[in-house]
């Protein structure tokens, strides 16, 4: 619906998450590692926006800052337009290893949110079984997460991030283990995920078919230390389906794409020090 008053006018154009000029570097053991310098990087609301880039140039640092968990040592965050100082724990956030807790089946792993904003657990249970077919966990909610498949530990994991009730996700190479069959079926349920939940993404990939079908935009990030080196929009239809990654628009898109990324894990390989 088009916004109707001059308020929701202002907050349309409002970016959901907006980073500028974001520098970090770590030091360890005496030395200096450049990460991340001047990355400028916006969200809309219930946009779905993907990250790519080599190995190590601060991906994940990227997604942890945007989570709260690191700070930046240079640069501003904004979330809705106002400045996201307090933003830990005010997003979900899926790291890139899946991290499910070995001593809690699998319905109390994906409570942990709720429970931790002081949901009581039957509720915050109640909540996870409505949602367990939708996720493919159904008949698996009392096993142990060494008892689960690659691909339902991810989909446990991805909705303990969902119920975490918050409008920003923000997911970590979320199918990065996973064969390519069952990875491409999580790709496509993501994507219905999406279109239903009307939530933000975020989504950190190794993978350029990943990104382009899932996203509206692709950043590229150049080798360490990671800067923008592209963003590129990507206008097919939506809703997108698994046969779309045969069609020449679509591979057009990924051509330039995998062209940025090798330029970039190129100058990763010569210069493994940087
Ligand atoms: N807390 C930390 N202290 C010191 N160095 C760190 C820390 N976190 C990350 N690094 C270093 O920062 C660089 C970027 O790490 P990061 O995990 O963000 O990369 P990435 O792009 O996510 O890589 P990958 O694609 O392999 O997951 C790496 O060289 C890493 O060793
Ligand atoms: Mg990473």
Request: hydrophobic share 40%; aromatic share 6%; glycine share 10%.
């Amino acid at each position: 619906m088009p916004p109707t008053t001059r308020l929701e006018s202002a907050r349309a154009m409002v970016p959901k998450l907006e980073l500028a000029g974001i520098r970090k570097q770590f030091s360890f053991a005496g030395k200096t590692l450049p990460v991340l310098e001047g990355v400028d990087l916006s969200v809309e609301e219930g946009e779905f926006v993907s990250v790519i880039g080599p190995s190590g140039c601060g991906k994940s640092t990227l997604l942890n800052i945007m989570a709260g968990l690191e700070e930046p040592d240079q640069g501003t965050l904004c979330m809705d337009g106002a400045d996201a100082a307090g933003r830990l724990g005010k997003v979900g956030y899926m790291p890139q290893k899946d991290l499910l807790l070995p001593w809690r089946n699998v319905l109390d792993n994906t409570i942990l949110g709720p429970e931790l904003q002081g949901v009581s657990r039957s509720r915050a249970r109640q909540q996870a079984l409505g949602l367990m077919e939708r996720f493919g966990l159904k008949g698996f909610e009392g096993h142990y997460p060494f008892l689960l498949s690659g691909g339902m530990r991810q989909r446990a994991a991805l909705l303990r991030t969902v119920l975490a009730g918050r409008d920003v996700i923000l997911l970590d190479e979320p199918f990065g283990a996973l064969d390519a069959l069952t990875r491409s079926r999580l790709q496509e349920w993501l994507l219905e995920l999406w279109s239903g939940l009307g939530k933000t993404m975020v989504l950190v990939t190794h993978d350029v078919d990943e990104a382009t079908l899932l996203s509206d935009r692709v950043y590229v990030l150049t080798a360490r230390p990671g800067r923008v080196k592209m963003v590129m929009p990507v206008a097919l239809p939506r809703p997108r389906t698994l046969d779309m990654v045969t069609q020449p628009a679509f591979l057009s898109l990924k051509a330039s794409l995998m062209t940025a990324l090798r330029e970039e894990d190129l100058r990763a390989q010569e210069e493994p020090w940087r």
